[in-house]
T-cell receptor, first 114, second 108 residues
């Protein structure tokens, strides 16, 4: 089975722009979660989608949004980029949901905001 | 306030040593995960625990729900075990809370 894929792997954007990141889960997985990792804050939970519905959301401003398609692929969008949004963005998929189910992580998208 | 505390933050060991990484948490949880992150960013899920003990090869993870504490043990450590180990709990507010990670270096 193919693993979780994320595109693009690297991205450089300018402050004020917006960005869309994509995540394709393992075939058969219906849950996709997104995480932000920075040197200062470590890993933080952004949100989780299950069957095209946002099920849980972390403590991030509304500039961070996401969606999930009927084939379980997910996108996250960050609008009005700030320098502090520079981070590694990871997605993970699982068969059912977060928490009590094993998470399979993608390689991440490294976003640099200048 | 950190919901998840890990110790130690950094650990250097000689090849073959027995290693223990500790995780304490302050929220109610339904599951605890141990993750491994190698340089370059890729994260692998090592264990998911809700009670007791699990073992995969040289890795052992335990959890004590009453004491809100988990440990990850590596027996006969090897340089390829060098990585950052992250404790994550899923609980209050249906969210994941992450520890800051333990950076392990195993010297040949």
């Amino acid at each position: 089975k193919a693993g979780v894929t994320q595109t693009p792997r690297y991205l450089i954007k300018t402050r004020g722009q917006q960005v869309t990141l994509s995540c394709s889960p393992i075939s058969g997985h219906r849950s996709v979660s997104w995480y932000q990792q920075t040197p200062g804050q470590g890993l933080q939970f952004l949100f989780e989608y299950f069957s095209e519905t946002q099920r849980n959301k972390g403590n991030f401003p509304g500039r961070f949004s996401g969606r999930q398609f009927s084939n379980s692929r997910s996108e996250m969008n960050v609008s009005t980029l700030e320098l502090g949004d520079s981070a590694l963005y990871l997605c993970a998929s699982s068969t059912a949901g977060t928490g009590g189910w094993e998470q399979y992580f993608g390689p991440g998208t490294r976003l640099t905001v200048t | 306030k950190n919901e998840v505390e890990q110790s130690p933050q950094n650990l250097t060991a000689q090849e073959g040593e027995f290693i223990t990484i500790n995780c304490s948490y302050s929220v109610g949880i339904s599951a605890l995960h141990w993750l491994q992150q190698h340089p370059g960013g890729g994260i692998v899920s090592l264990f998911m625990l809700s009670s007791g003990k699990k073992k995969h090869g040289r890795l052992i993870a335990t959890i004590n729900i009453q004491e809100k504490h988990s440990s990850l043990h590596i027996t006969a450590s090897h340089p390829r075990d060098s990585a950052v180990y992250i404790c994550a709990v899923y609980g209050y507010g249906n969210q994941f809370y992450f520890g800051t990670g333990t950076s392990l270096t195993v010297i040949p």
